[in-house]
């Protein structure tokens, strides 16, 4: 079974230009979640969706956005880029979304800002 | 809020040593506690998991982990460490606290280990 994947894998963008990352989560999978991972702020939860549908929002600006399909495809969005979110954006998939099971995270898309 | 404090940033071992990695989570409510690695170059994935009963906890490569819950701490251990245990570890802390399911993990800052033969 494939895993979950993630493109693309790399991306360089300038301030203020925005930016979609998607997500591929691991068949038959209907819970997707997203991270923010960097040095500093270490990991930090985005978004989570399930049946299409947002159902937790991490504290972030609303220049994040995302969204999922009816496939469970999911992209996220950020607009007006700035230098800080220069990060790691990893994926994570899982069956239920119940909390209990076991979550499967994407290889990411690292987003450099200039 | 909830939140995970992972004490040690870096540890260094040699080979066969023990290892022992604290992790303290804030949440007065039920909680379901994980770790999980990051090998270099590699994705995270799940080492090993608590949601209820036993206490202690077996995961995958030997590690086990003990939920104390009257001391909010979920230390993972492992008796004797190997070259291969070097990686980056996470403790996560995941709490329905808004009612309902949800997948929504708390991540400790990690804890490089680095294993030397």
């Known amino acids: 079974k494939a895993g979950v994947t993630q493109t693309p894998r790399y991306l360089i963008k300038t301030r203020g230009q925005q930016v979609t990352l998607s997500c591929s989560p691991i068949?038959?999978?209907?819970?997707v979640s997203w991270y923010q991972q960097t040095p500093g702020q270490g990991l930090q939860f985005l978004f989570e969706?399930?049946?299409?549908?947002?159902?937790n929002k991490g504290n972030f600006p609303g220049r994040f956005s995302g969204r999922q399909f009816s496939n469970s495809r999911s992209e996220m969005n950020v607009s007006t880029l700035e230098l800080g979110d220069s990060a790691l954006y990893l994926c994570?998939?899982?069956?239920?979304?119940?909390?209990?099971?076991?979550?499967?995270f994407g290889p990411g898309t690292r987003l450099l800002v200039l | 809020a909830q939140s995970v404090s992972q004490h040690n940033h870096h540890v260094i071992l040699s080979e066969a040593a023990s290892l022992e990695l604290g992790c303290n989570y804030s949440y007065g409510g039920t909680v379901n506690l994980f770790w999980y690695v990051q090998y270099p170059g590699q994705h995270l994935q799940l080492l090993l998991k608590?949601?209820?009963?036993?206490?202690l906890v077996k995961g995958i490569k030997g590690f086990e982990a003990e939920f104390i819950k009257s001391k909010f701490s979920f230390n993972l251990r492992k008796p004797s460490v190997q070259w291969s245990d070097t990686a980056e570890y996470f403790c996560?802390?995941?709490?329905?606290?808004?009612?309902?399911?949800?997948?929504?993990?708390?991540f400790g800052t990690g804890t490089l280990l680095a294993v030397q033969p």
């Open positions: 996560a802390v995941n709490g329905a606290y808004y009612g309902g399911a949800t997948n929504k993990l708390i």
């Open positions: 994570v998939s899982s069956t239920a979304g119940t909390g209990e099971e076991t979550q499967y």
């Open positions: 969706y399930f049946s299409e549908t947002q159902r």
């Open positions: 068949s038959g999978h209907r819970s």
């Open positions: 608590y949601f209820s009963g036993d206490p």
